[in-house]
């Protein structure tokens, strides 16, 4: 019912500029909070940004003043802006969205991406 597409990862040198895109489709009827995860090799899957419907936004600190995150509405939308990355940025990024279904618009549903690899070496 709901697909949510990731796409913007790569290879980036350290210090230098990646953006990432979620975008979600299917039978929506609204969103609510979207955000991005991250796991690397070993380690848990932990937060890096959440951004409310209405703007406000979340950073791990590991991130804040780096990275940024916004969302088109109209588009159900969400971008991760990774500027001057570090090698320990290296991992395996995941789109994250709370939303409501057209079959189901009183109860909150939660979907993640498939996932998109970043690699920050030089």
């Known amino acids: 019912q709901v697909q949510l597409v990731e796409s913007g990862g790569g290879l980036v040198q350290p210090g230098g500029s990646l953006r990432l895109s979620c975008v979600a489709s299917?039978?929506?009827?609204?969103?609510?909070?979207m955000g991005w995860y991250r796991q690397a090799p070993g380690k848990q899957r932990e937060l890096v940004a959440a951004i409310t419907r209405d703007g406000k936004t979340n950073y791990a600190d590991s991130v804040k003043g780096r990275f940024t995150i916004s969302r088109d509405n109209a588009k159900n939308t969400v971008y991760l802006q990774m500027n001057s990355p570090k090698a320990e940025d290296t991992a395996v990024y995941y789109c994250?969205?709370?939303?409501?279904?057209?079959?189901?618009?009183?109860?909150?549903?939660?979907?993640w991406g498939q996932g998109t690899q970043v690699t920050v070496s030089s």
């Open positions: 994250n969205v709370d939303l409501f279904l057209l079959s189901r618009p009183w109860d909150v549903q939660n979907y």
């Open positions: 299917g039978s929506i009827a609204g969103i609510n909070t």
